[in-house]
């Protein structure tokens, strides 16, 4: 069955067709809201959020675009919308576990397979990367973390943010190029 099928049987009241549509597309919402917001948890949040928000906006579905670009469309602008909260309360709540950019600060990452000097290494040089992909420009960032995230297409990225596909397109390079331009001038070298 179609998703096209699945919306118009979840618009006449069957509630298994839209936990059909829930289950074919959790992946994709759940990889888009975590490009927005880095915790498992917040993007979890945000996910559940989308899909209430787009069931309850299901009559207004018109099929222009596939389901799945219209969900994530709409679990993006649900992740930014909570990503500005959750900033916005981090700032009043929690000053000292900001990082100088109003960032979360990061726990550091851990294989079992690595020295402790290895570790650390590694750990150093992903949170350079981190640090200057968080200090990107967000039309430059957030395009980078859905492209890097694996899950759509160019397409499906230019139907989200509502920009023709050649802009996503250079906006991933520019923004590859700024943070590589950005660790090079640094010094940071990848060691693993």
Known sequence: MTDAELVERARAGEPDAFGELVDRHRSAVYRAALAVLSAPADAEDAAQEAFLTAYRRLDGF???????????????HQAINQRRSLTRWLRRIVPAALGPDGDPIEQELASADRSPEERASENEWR????GEIRALPPKLRD?????????????EIGAMLKIP???IKWRVSEARRVVKQRLRERGVTHVG
């Open 165 to 167: 596909v050649g802009t």
């Open 62 to 76: 018109r099929g222009e675009a596939s389901f799945k670009t219209w969900l994530l469309t709409i679990t993006w």
């Open 127 to 130: 949170r350079s990367i981190a």
């Open 143 to 155: 395009v980078l973390l859905l492209a890097q995230a694996g899950e759509y297409t160019y397409e």
